[in-house]
């Protein structure tokens, strides 16, 4: 099983960007679905964003058009790409392989340790 390492977190301005990295100790191509998760202090893990081998992305109405999930499979590596950070955005962000089940993603893999992103003046 191919296991995933977030990191690139951080403290960061409100408007400001950061970008995500996951890295992948195989083929990030052999994984068929992909995705970000978050989760704020006292609130449940959520998906912000999913990405399909194929290049079909979804992402959660509270960061759309702001966040970027994407692939380079030539470095195994899957990125998150956030802009016009908002404190409500500060939460330990988590990637994972998922399953699609209808059209609802769900998590597949172990989780990791996260990296953690804080948006504060």
């Known amino acids: 099983q191919v296991q995933l390492v977030e990191s690139g977190g951080g403290l960061v301005q409100p408007g400001g960007s950061l970008r995500l990295s996951c890295a992948a100790s195989?083929?990030?191509?052999?994984?068929?679905?992909a995705g970000w998760y978050r989760q704020a202090n006292g609130k449940q893990r959520e998906l912000v964003a999913a990405?399909?081998?194929?290049?079909?992305?979804r992402y959660a109405e509270a960061v759309r058009g702001r966040f970027t999930i994407s692939r380079d499979n030539a470095n195994n590596t899957l990125y998150l790409q956030m802009n016009s950070l908002k404190p409500e955005d500060t939460a330990v962000y988590y990637c994972?392989?998922?399953?699609?089940?209808?059209?609802?993603?769900?998590?597949?893999?172990?989780w990791g340790q996260g990296t953690r992103v804080t948006v504060s003046s």
């Open positions: 990405n399909t081998r194929s290049g079909i992305v």
């Open positions: 994972n392989s998922l399953s699609q089940i209808n059209s609802d993603y769900q998590p597949l893999g172990p």
């Open positions: 195989g083929s990030i191509d052999s994984i068929t679905y």
